[in-house]
């Protein structure tokens, strides 16, 4: 499948890793809208949010326990914000579920992640 997180799971492309484990991938983003700015992606290929099923939610589940965790590693000191795209009127640009973690500053009322 010609997709770009999927690649960048199975390390074809070169990310600048936050955290790893079975379910899922962190990295930060190659176009930062704020000082911390990571992706968090499950490894399983789910389109969007529109594709999350009683079958693959259990990773999503995973990957909100770790958020926290994941945004500390990543330099979120005094909060942060979680943001997923979905569909063109949200502006998703990539085609797998990922989890934009804002932070290491005081964000901007408006920020989208992309
Ligand atoms: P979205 O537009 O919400 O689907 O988010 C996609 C995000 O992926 C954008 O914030 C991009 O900056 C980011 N992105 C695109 N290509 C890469 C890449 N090769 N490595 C890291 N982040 C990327
Ligand atoms: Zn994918």
Redesign the pocket.
Known sequence: MDC?FCK?VAGE?P?GKVYEDDYMYA?????P?AKV?V?VVPKQHIGSMDEITAENSAVVARIFEKIPEIARMAGCESGYRV???CGPD?????MHL?F?ILGGEELPLHI???
């Open positions: 770009l960048i492309i990310s990295f930060r983003d190659i176009s809208e700015h992706l943001i997923s795209n949200a502006g998703q640009s990539v990922h934009h989208r992640g992309n």
